[in-house]
């Protein structure tokens, strides 16, 4: 009945408010915010979570629909900290995007009934049942989602010109159980330097296909296979192929994925690959046998989001050749106003089978980005500063453009 009561389109009218102060609400979403903001006048928007009474985040989640959906979270702060709601926006294909608008703008209206309740709100509230347009919206595609993108870039002038395209394909199921997909992608880069005496051309070419099939065995555990091949000139390999099955354990319950997410995935397999040119090792085809341990962390929260994950991959035929990876961002509120961004990427690198034998650190090949050079390590870190200081209050924007 749960379910059910859930897929009546709760529809609220209006609110009204007779109280000189109105609620105070911090919204974070990446969604069309001034239809929100233009529809809930009755509230005022702050531009900084410590300024308000209630904290709206809205998450966008896969579900099987294959649609747009999305998570609503309010917490309430002062007063208001014991009142915390969690209210889900499920979209369908036959979901315009006017329609999706309107339907996550009345889930926003249900989630703050208990804060503009206790805030002092005359509510007056129409629901209206919307059953007879769920039953026909029935999903037609069985949870299959398609998509198919590309480009092409030219950049010419006169000491130099650049083509290059990127076309991508992918399929995708996803239900409560299983998790099916299917990636395609080619891209293609061509570039051309000229001087006065000579033309240096580079050349890369990357083909890609990969499916994975994942089932869910409980709410902590899942068990899946991922095969796939491609092609890589810029790393010297001509073709491969592979197929890894792997396991993951989720510290949490998959449906708090969201908020936190701890995991660790293990993945073993085998791979052939043949050569474009002899590796410094002799091979022209080689058949490897990779298995790796990743673990993930993803947190979100009041002060801030953090994100890491680390990655230890070997070759058991080889275990001298081996990598390690760490990917990590942090993202703190320090203050009111005040936000710091951290982020690094750190690779650890013994795994260099497909280096080519006339692999040189020429400077073409380092202007020119040819081919992959040897290096034992690969490193990258950011860090940004924001500070917003002035009204404390967040409006609508009505666009409009003048031009004399």
């Known amino acids: 009945m749960k379910f059910i009561f859930s897929l009546l389109l709760l529809l609220f009218s209006n609110f009204f408010f007779s109280q000189e102060n109105q609620l105070k609400v911090y919204l974070d979403c990446n969604c069309d915010e001034n239809y929100l903001k233009q529809n809930t006048s009755f509230l005022q928007y702050v531009r900084d979570q410590d300024l308000a009474d209630v904290e709206i985040f809205i998450l966008d989640v896969y579900t099987p629909t294959g649609s747009r959906s999305f998570e609503i979270r309010a917490d309430g702060n002062g007063i208001y900290k014991e009142i915390n709601t969690i209210t889900k926006v499920v979209g369908y294909s036959s979901d315009t995007s006017s329609t999706l608008r309107d339907k996550l703008l009345n889930k926003v209206k249900l989630a703050l009934v208990p804060f503009l309740d206790m805030g002092g709100y005359n509510l007056n509230i129409d629901i209206e049942s919307n059953q007879e347009d769920y039953t026909l919206s029935i999903d037609k595609w069985k949870n299959w989602v398609f998509e198919l993108s590309g480009s092409y870039n030219n950049d010419k002038e006169e000491s130099r010109k650049t083509n290059r395209y990127e076309i991508e394909f992918e399929i995708d199921k996803l239900t409560p159980e299983w ?31 990969r499916a994975r099939v994942v089932r869910s065995i409980s709410n902590h555990f899942s068990i899946g296979a991922f095969v796939g091949g491609f092609q890589n000139t810029y790393e010297n390999v001509d073709f491969q192929r592979y197929i890894m099955p792997a396991i993951e354990y989720s510290l949490f319950p998959y449906e708090d994925v969201l908020s936190k997410e701890v995991t660790l995935a293990y993945r073993i397999g085998t791979g052939k690959r043949n050569y474009i040119e002899k590796t410094i090792y002799g091979y022209t085809k080689q058949v490897v046998y990779p298995h790796g341990l990743t673990l993930n962390v993803k947190f979100r929260k009041k002060w801030g989001n953090i994100s890491s994950y680390i990655r230890g991959d070997q070759f058991l035929n080889d275990g001298t050749k081996k990598r390690l990876s760490l990917r990590s961002s942090l993202d703190i509120r320090v203050f009111e106003g005040l936000a710091v961004r951290f982020s690094s990427n750190i690779n650890l690198i013994r795994d260099q089978y497909n280096l080519a034998a006339s692999s040189t650190s020429t400077i073409e090949d380092l202007l020119l980005q040819q081919r992959q050079i040897a290096t034992d390590y690969k490193t990258s870190f950011s860090i940004g500063l924001s500070y917003t200081f002035g009204s404390i209050s967040v409006s609508y924007t009505h666009l409009r453009a003048h031009e004399t």
């Open 179 to 209: 998790r099916i997909g299917i990636d395609f992608s080619r891209n293609e880069s061509n570039r051309n330097f000229i001087s006065e005496d000579n033309v240096y051309t580079s050349n890369r070419k990357t083909t890609s296909l």
